[in-house]
């Protein structure tokens, strides 16, 4: 079974909502973040350890650095997505796996998680407050990496567009799904450009 699918979601929404999220963090949040005094008020038994091995300024050039380090992942995952479409760009179409799917579906959520479950269980284990160093570092490194996976992916696919318009076509995404009933197993994708008024 064949399904359209909007790409957009996928390659402009989802990257445009996140980028500017990435710099409301990173413009807004983290100039807080490094001037927090961490030799301040409550702190998390986790402060506590970092103030004694890293001292407050060295933490928060820790803080810095994680942005930077979550930039160079995203730059780095980013180009599994651009690099398919520089494909359709260049030659028309290319398929997309199930697992990039969920790349496309998932991305934003890889560097969340394991923060989320850290003060999890570091509320669990020890009770409020939570570690104001952890929180700073996860929001860091999180925006940086949502920033320098979406812009790219972003600027690819505006030029696939651009490129499909210049040459009278559309871009169109095509599911191929298999299975019975109202839970279909996808197979794959393919994505490609078009002519304008083509059904195929």
């Not at 990039?100 to 999890?120: A, D, E, G, Y």
């Not at 949502?146 to 505006?158: E, G, Q």
């Not at 651009?162 to 996808?186: N, Y």
Request: hydrophobic share 55%; charged share 15%; aromatic share 12%.
């Amino acid at each position: 079974m064949e399904r359209n699918v909007p790409h957009g979601i996928f390659f402009a929404l989802f990257p445009s909502l996140f980028s500017v999220i990435g710099v409301l963090v990173l413009a807004g949040y983290l100039p807080m973040a490094l001037s927090y005094n961490y030799l301040r008020g409550l702190r998390s038994p986790i402060d506590e350890v970092v103030l004694v091995l890293l001292g407050s300024d060295l933490s928060r050039l820790v803080i810095l650095a994680s942005s930077i380090i979550g930039m160079m992942i995203g730059l780095l995952l980013s180009r599994f997505v651009t690099t398919k479409l520089d494909v359709v760009r260049k030659e028309g179409e290319v398929i997309l796996s199930a697992r990039m799917h969920v790349v496309l579906l998932s991305w934003w959520w890889f560097l969340i998680w394991p923060f989320q479950m850290i003060c999890i269980l570091e509320f669990i284990a020890y009770g409020p407050p939570t570690s104001h160093f952890l929180i700073d570092l996860g929001f860091s490194l999180t925006a940086g990496y949502w920033l320098a996976f979406a812009i790219p992916v972003l600027l690819k696919y505006l030029l696939l567009v651009l490129h499909a318009k210049s040459i009278d076509s559309r871009v169109k995404l095509i599911a191929f799904l298999r299975g019975s009933g109202f839970i279909k197993r996808l197979q794959y994708m393919t994505l490609k450009v078009v002519p304008d008024g083509s059904d195929s």
